[in-house]
């Protein structure tokens, strides 16, 4: 799959959960900022798109250290279901039913955060 393909999806996956606001990075943009960025629920988050087996660049894994450190997610992923189940293991998603059932997770521990 294309990496523009794994943008767009997971940029329609973020703006479809409630106080969520999401954007594309321009091309050209500064270099080194990660592909997608937004807010969820009060928190910044950032996302470095990458195909598998990929790695971000030196500039790009600063950048998300930097947005980490200031209290940010950064977060490099491949996938919608990469997005969701770090989002949802941060308390910032419902947890999907398939969690629990599948990997026998307790409830309480992945409740959201009020």
């Given at each position: 799959?294309k990496?523009?393909?794994i943008?767009s999806?997971?940029?329609?996956?973020?703006?479809?959960?409630?106080q969520s606001?999401?954007?594309i990075?321009?091309?050209?943009?500064?270099?080194?900022?990660?592909d997608i960025?937004?807010?969820?629920?009060?928190?910044?988050?950032?996302?470095?798109?990458?195909?598998?087996?990929?790695?971000?660049?030196k500039?790009?894994?600063?950048?998300l250290k930097?947005?980490?450190?200031?209290?940010?997610?950064?977060?490099?992923a491949?996938?919608v279901?990469?997005?969701?189940?770090?989002?949802?293991c941060?308390?910032?998603?419902?947890?999907?039913?398939?969690f629990?059932?599948?990997?026998?997770?307790?409830?309480?521990q992945?409740?959201?955060?009020t």
């Open positions: 799959m990496e523009s393909s943008r999806a997971i940029l329609s996956y973020h703006n479809s959960l409630s606001y999401f954007e990075s321009r091309p050209g943009s500064q270099s080194g900022k990660p960025t937004g807010c969820l629920r009060g928190r910044y988050v950032a996302v470095e798109v990458k195909r598998l087996r990929e790695k971000p660049t500039l790009q894994a600063y950048k930097r947005i980490h450190e200031a209290g940010g997610i950064g977060l490099v491949g996938s279901e990469e997005i969701e189940n770090v989002l949802e941060l308390g910032l998603t419902k947890v999907a039913s398939s629990r059932e599948g990997q026998g997770l307790k409830q309480h992945w409740q959201k955060q």
